[in-house]
T-cell receptor, first 114, second 113 residues
Framework: EAQVTQNPRYLITVTGKKLTVTCSQN?????MSWYRQDPGLGLRQIYYSMNVEVTDKGDVPEGYKVSRKEKRNFPLILESPSPNQTSLYFC?????????????FGPGTRLLVL | AQSVTQLDSQVPVFEEAPVELRCNYSSSVSVYLFWYVQYPNQGLQLLLK??????LVKGINGFEAEFNKSQTSFHLRKPSVHISDTAEYFCAVRTSGYSTLTFGKGTMLLVSP
């Protein structure tokens, strides 16, 4: 089954404790991205990647890192999480960067930073 | 810069009634428009998209949307809603040559019996 998977689905952590949220897709997609969803703000893009070893900042990149060493994986790293990063995070992928491409979303990771 | 405005944060309707969810966008260049749906505790999935051609776009689950360039709108409609349509709906826009998909803040559709 074609899908985007994220782990963990739920995570509670404390301020300053490094964490990684994994994202993997099995559709051989070139383009992957991370979003955060906050009430009343919709989805905002954190980082995106157009292919292996090619990443760029989205609209809200502060406090986050990403890497794209393999085509299928695009982990999101919070080096020193803070309470304002408490949010619902989605990974998404599409075949390529093109403007008409459909993005496929993972199920989400709900993060609480105490 | 591109932006999307969803005019209603919540739309309550009765089952079998028609519904329209409003979306307006701002862009100085050609746009590509999308509607996504998010069911409770799930990720987003594509309902429909407008790339070019006919301004009336049909999507899954009986939804359709009409692109109106002069009004810069892309409203989503369904003639008769079901309880199972209860979800949050997001309008999104991408402009030519720009990779970021910009989302609106979402409209919660609440369908009651």
């Amino acid at each position: 089954e074609a899908q985007v998977t994220q782990n963990p689905r739920y995570l509670i952590t404390v301020t300053g404790k490094k964490l990684t949220v994994t994202c993997s897709q099995n559709m051989n997609h070139e383009y992957m991205s991370w979003y955060r969803q906050d009430p009343g703000l919709g989805l905002r893009q954190i980082y995106y990647s157009m292919n292996v070893e090619v990443t760029d900042k989205g609209d809200v990149p502060e406090g986050y890192k990403v890497s794209r060493k393999e085509k299928r994986n695009f982990p999101l790293i919070l080096e020193s999480p803070s309470p304002n990063q408490t949010s619902l995070y989605f990974c998404a992928s599409s075949l390529r960067r093109g403007t008409g491409e459909t993005q496929y979303f993972g199920p989400g990771t709900r993060l609480l930073v105490l | 810069a591109q932006s999307v405005t969803q005019l209603d944060s919540q739309v309550p309707v009765f089952e079998e009634a028609p519904v329209e969810l409003r979306c307006n966008y701002s862009s100085s260049v050609s746009v590509y428009l999308f509607w996504y749906v998010q069911y409770p505790n799930q990720g987003l999935q594509l309902l429909l998209k407008y790339l070019s051609g006919s301004t009336l776009v049909k999507g899954i689950n009986g939804f359709e949307a009409e692109f109106n360039k002069s009004q810069t709108s892309f409203h989503l409609r369904k003639p008769s809603v079901h309880i199972s349509d209860t979800a949050e709906y997001f309008c999104a826009v991408r402009t030519s040559g720009y990779s970021t998909l910009t989302f609106g803040k979402g409209t919660m559709l609440l369908v009651s019996p």
